[in-house]
């Protein structure tokens, strides 16, 4: 059991994050509200796609309106990441880096494809603003990230940063979780894309 020191500290350590990663979206006295009382084990969840499975359908809008469906992939390696938010400077920063390194990607005959809980007309600038050229999905209420089992971080209170790269039969061959350094997802996949 934490002491009201460490719910304390842990308070402290989300607001801190949750205000670098939306600003002026939450308070420090909503994180102490949103932590008190807090049960650690019910936010402890594992991702129930593992590498070795066949990817789930799945079908979504994207940043135009258009439902888009896994289907589309089929027979192509696939680049799925999961973000928190757009906008947030990490979200962001992730974003630009599969953007800077689209090439590399395209050169693997592999479709990169980000996905948040974001609406379209959200995905829409944000892929506007940064001139991402692949796909955003929006993912509304979080369905397919609970459904899939994405891991939350900070004790649930931060979707989790989750990238899964599917080769062309539609196997799942990495399932890779860091929430702080966004930009070693790119680095990640690209190893990963060159040795399938």
């Not at 932590?35 to 799945?58: M, N, V």
């Not at 258009?66 to 999961?82: N, Q």
């Not at 196997?171 to 790119?186: A, C, D, G, M, T």
Request: aromatic fraction near 10%; include cysteine; charged fraction near 25%.
């Amino acid at each position: 059991m934490h002491t009201n020191g460490a719910s304390s500290r842990i308070a402290r350590l989300v607001g801190s994050l949750h205000s670098e990663l939306f600003p002026g979206r939450i308070s420090a006295q909503s994180t102490r509200t949103l932590l008190r009382p807090l049960h650690y084990r019910k936010f402890l969840t594992f991702s129930q796609i593992s590498e070795g499975d066949a990817l789930p359908p799945f079908s979504l809008k994207d940043q135009d309106g258009r439902v888009v469906s896994s289907s589309k992939f089929k027979g192509k390696p696939i680049v799925l990441y999961f973000y928190p938010a757009d906008e947030s400077p990490g979200c962001t920063k992730q974003a630009c880096s599969f953007r800077d390194s689209y090439e590399k990607f395209k050169k693997a005959g592999a479709e990169v494809v980000g996905v948040s809980s974001d609406s379209p007309d959200s995905h829409k600038k944000f892929a506007g603003k940064y001139k991402l050229p692949f796909t955003l999905l929006s993912d509304e209420g979080n369905k397919l990230r609970k459904e899939w089992g994405i891991p939350g971080d900070l004790f649930g209170t931060l979707p989790g940063r989750q990238t899964y790269v599917v080769d062309k039969k539609g196997v799942v061959r990495l399932v890779f979780n860091n929430q702080f350094q966004p930009e070693k997802h790119v680095d990640e996949t690209l190893k990963i894309l060159q040795s399938i």
